[in-house]
Structure formats: C-alpha cells, structure tokens
C-alpha cells in the first residue's frame, strides 16, 4: 500500500521561505512523475509543480520563478521550496503521483500571513 507523508508547513510571513517534503513508501517511487498540489478553503485542488522521473520540471503560473520542485530518488522524497511566499499561497499543500494518482496523504498546512 502506497503511503504519502507530507511535511514542512507552518506559518510564514509575506515574503519569507519554506521548505515541503513528502515522503512516499510503497512504490517504486523513481519511475513516476510526481507532483505537487494544494488547496485553499473552499477551492479545488490544483496541481502547482510537477516532476518528471527524468527531473523535468513544470509550474504552474502561479509558482513560477518563486516555487522549485526537486526530487531524491535514493530517499524516495519529493520536495517543494517556495519563496517570496504570498497571502495567497495559503493552502493545504498535498504530493501525489501525476497523472495517477495514489491515494492522497494528510497534506501539510501552510499560512502565509503577518
């Protein structure tokens, strides 16, 4: 059974950094493009970055040029770094296999506020 474990979120102000990590357990993790998602209150869940098995990278429009995704395959972990964070990056922040996915783990909460 495949299991996702998010983590790193928190509380941040405008304009500050912070650092996600999801670990997946269960799979043969390096073989699938990955992704990462969230989803503010009241809102879809959308896909904000993606990473291929060979490290390719895509954002959304939202995450480009402050959002980086990164994977270790040896430690079956896939990362989110956001910078120059925004109010309206608040949201729970989820990791999933992409385009198919797992079942969703508990997701990470992070709050861009002052």
């Known amino acids: 059974q495949v299991q996702l474990v998010e983590s790193g979120g928190g509380l941040v102000q405008p304009g500050g950094s912070m650092r996600l990590s999801c670990a997946a357990s269960?799979?043969?993790?390096?073989?699938?493009?990955m992704g990462w998602f969230r989803q503010a209150p009241g809102k879809q869940r959308d896909l904000v970055a993606l990473?291929?098995?060979?490290?390719?990278?895509d954002y959304a429009d939202s995450a480009k040029g402050r959002f980086t995704i990164s994977r270790d395959n040896a430690k079956n972990t896939v990362y989110l770094q956001m910078n120059s964070l925004k109010p309206e990056d608040t949201a729970v922040y989820f990791c999933?296999?992409?385009?198919?996915?797992?079942?969703w783990g508990q997701g990470t909460q992070v709050t861009v506020s002052s």
């Open positions: 990473i291929t098995s060979s490290g390719r990278t």
């Open positions: 999933n296999r992409y385009p198919s996915f797992y079942s």
């Open positions: 269960g799979t043969i993790f390096s073989i699938n493009a």
